[in-house]
């Protein structure tokens, strides 16, 4: 399936894929009450995936980055809603952690981002920054040996399921003409007073994963809660997001294979003017473009994972896999439902569940636009 992957990278993969096949019963349920069961979290935490990442000194298998795409392709194909929360967890947030993470914090944090108990979170967006995530408000200052923050965080996925909460504070004013001076990246427990979560937002898609806003009021921390340096923040920021596009584009594909693996079985079965409907050329086009679009995704996540695995830079190119599979899992989306005619229209058939998740694909961990504006600055720069 993934040419590009050896025997030993497939292997999580599969192992993913195989457990995944038991899902399907669960998801309308879940869907419906827009909650994943504790129980498949733990699952996960056994098999090792949510920590696939984290070093084994730090008690995870130590996998690359090209595995971690393929196992997100394997959870998205399978369910969207999982896949979203696993990528946050063990991309960005445990990523951040073993990259950025004191000793103590590693040994404190990352077990609970492995064993199954919960997801982690990842929160800078707020109500008036979104891609301009440097302008955001949320304050910290210090008080005796710790820190005291404030502030309003919107969209927090697995906010309802996290430990800990890796929230980013601005440290003093805004410097002029250095928006991102001063903002700091805290390791904030779920449980501590003065944060609450708001209510979970409702959703087009995604429906199970947990969305919600975070209130700051006046929420102590104590010093070692700071991960990496005071003012640095904002580059912890964009170094997790560059490898959680990864896992965005990850994402995307996986949703796009299962769409397609679905419309392709249809087309074979459904019969119109006396043929399957996968002898019309204008079905069979569809269906090879999207098998198209699928393999030249993969390869743009594979060459990114790739290089973050070599420490080389991957900033351009985890946005252009992002950017490129995003937007394609909108087409395949699309003409996978039109394959299905009126039935695509239907929940029975799943195939509306992916087009609605794979919505957001565009959207979160920076919008197509802001692909386009990251991938332009390094093409100018270069
Ligand atoms: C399901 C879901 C889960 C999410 N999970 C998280 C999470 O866990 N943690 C977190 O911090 N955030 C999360 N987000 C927030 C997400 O990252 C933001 O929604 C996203 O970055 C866009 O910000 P915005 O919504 O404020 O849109 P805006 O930034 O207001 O953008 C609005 C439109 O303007 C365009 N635009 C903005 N600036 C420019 C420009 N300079 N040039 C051209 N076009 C521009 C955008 O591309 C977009 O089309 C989540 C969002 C969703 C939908």
Known sequence: MNPAAG??????????????AGLPPRIPEAE???????????????????????????????????????????????WPSLAVGVSVNSGI????????????????????????????????TEASSGSDAAALRTTARRDGDGWVLNGRKEFITNAKYAPLVITFARV??????????????????A???GVSFGPSEEKMGLLASDTSGMVL???????????????????IALGGL??????????????????TDRAMAYARERHQFGKPIVEFDAIRFSLAQARTDIDAARLLALRAAWL????????REASMAKLFASEAAQRITYQALQVFGGYGYMREYEVERYARDARATTIYEGTSEVQRMVIARSLVAA
């Open 7 to 20: 025997q030993t990278e497939r292997e999580l993969a599969n192992a993913v894929r195989d457990w995944a």
């Open 93 to 124: 947030v445990a990523g951040s952690i073993v990259h950025y993470g004191t000793p103590e914090q590693r040994a404190r944090w990352l077990p609970r981002l492995i064993d199954g108990s919960g997801l982690g979170a990842f929160a800078l």
């Open 217 to 235: 009021d006046d929420a102590r921390v104590d010093a070692d809660a700071v991960l990496g340096e005071v003012g640095r923040g904002f580059g």
């Open 191 to 193: 449980n501590t007073h």
């Open 172 to 189: 003093g004013p805004a410097e002029m003409g250095k928006p991102h001076a001063g903002i700091t990246a805290f390791i904030v427990p």
């Open 308 to 315: 973050r695995d070599r420490a080389c830079p991957f900033t």
């Open 32 to 78: 419906r009450q827009g909650w994943l069961p504790a129980e498949i979290i733990e699952d996960l935490g056994k098999l090792g995936v949510l920590g696939m990442n984290v070093p084994e000194a730090d008690g995870g298998l130590g996998a690359s980055t090209v595995v971690f795409a393929l196992v997100l392709e394997e959870l998205a194909a399978a």
């Open 242 to 259: 560059d490898g959680g596009r990864i896992g965005i584009a990850a994402q995307s594909i996986g949703v796009a294979r299962a769409v």
